[in-house]
């Protein structure tokens, strides 16, 4: 492909699209659904897609939230949240809690979710969801620019101390089986959304290196 064929910009200048294209591109991604509490015990559930795993042992995970948001402020206070797995079936509820309510009104009760207890923090789960892990705060890190100028982004990070895991996803072989779940990955634009299936799977071994 020559570089006449490539469409170019900085993004300090804009993209000059539709669309800023970093979020299709760097994509599908899975979602973050946090659920977190304030100091006070009121709930907060809330989507994000800029999320991932970063660490085995111990496991880290983090997200990173455009602005001081309630989910953030409520982990800073307590020190604790939980990570539920979206599934095709409750995509739409997943997005019903990605409405500004204001501070204090729980996203629970207006998607329609059940809250249940967590084993070892104090912040309550998704039941619907298969999939939740319970996390304790390690770091909530200010982002900053290539001038080392101070951003309105948050990166939260935290280590999972509990996981939780709908049998039915776990084979005889004791392997989880990530179709099953039917996950939820955000993709680009203000709406798309991606499902997985095994006919999308295909098999890496590592390279071995002679010696």
């Known amino acids: ?37 304030n100091a006070r015990g009121q709930r907060n559930l809330a989507p994000y897609s800029f999320f991932n795993c970063f660490n085995y042992t111990p496991p880290i995970i983090g997200f990173a939230s455009t602005a001081w948001k309630d989910s953030v402020a409520n982990i800073v206070e307590t ?63 200010q982002l900053k620019d290539v001038n080392d100028q101070d951003i309105d982004t948050w990166l939260v990070l935290g280590e999972v101390i509990a996981v939780h895991i709908a049998k039915h996803l776990i084979d005889d072989a004791g392997i989880y089986q990530t179709t099953l779940a039917q996950p939820v990955l955000r993709a680009g634009g203000p709406s798309a959304y991606y499902g997985i299936s095994e006919d999308n799977r295909f098999d890496l071994s590592r390279p071995l290196l002679n010696k």
């Open 79 to 141: 020190g604790e949240f939980v990570w539920n797995l979206t599934t095709r079936e409750l995509a739409e509820k997943m997005n019903q809690t990605s409405a500004p309510l204001p501070r204090g009104e729980d996203e629970f009760a207006f998607a329609g979710l059940t809250p249940v207890p967590s084993q070892l923090i104090g912040v309550d789960r998704v039941a619907e969801s298969p999939v939740n892990f319970e996390c304790k705060l390690t770091q909530c890190i």
């Open 1 to 37: 492909m020559t570089q006449e064929n490539r469409y170019f910009y900085q993004p300090s200048q804009g993209h000059g699209l539709a669309h800023d294209p970093l979020n299709a591109i760097i994509s599908p991604r899975p979602i973050g659904w946090i659920s977190s509490k």
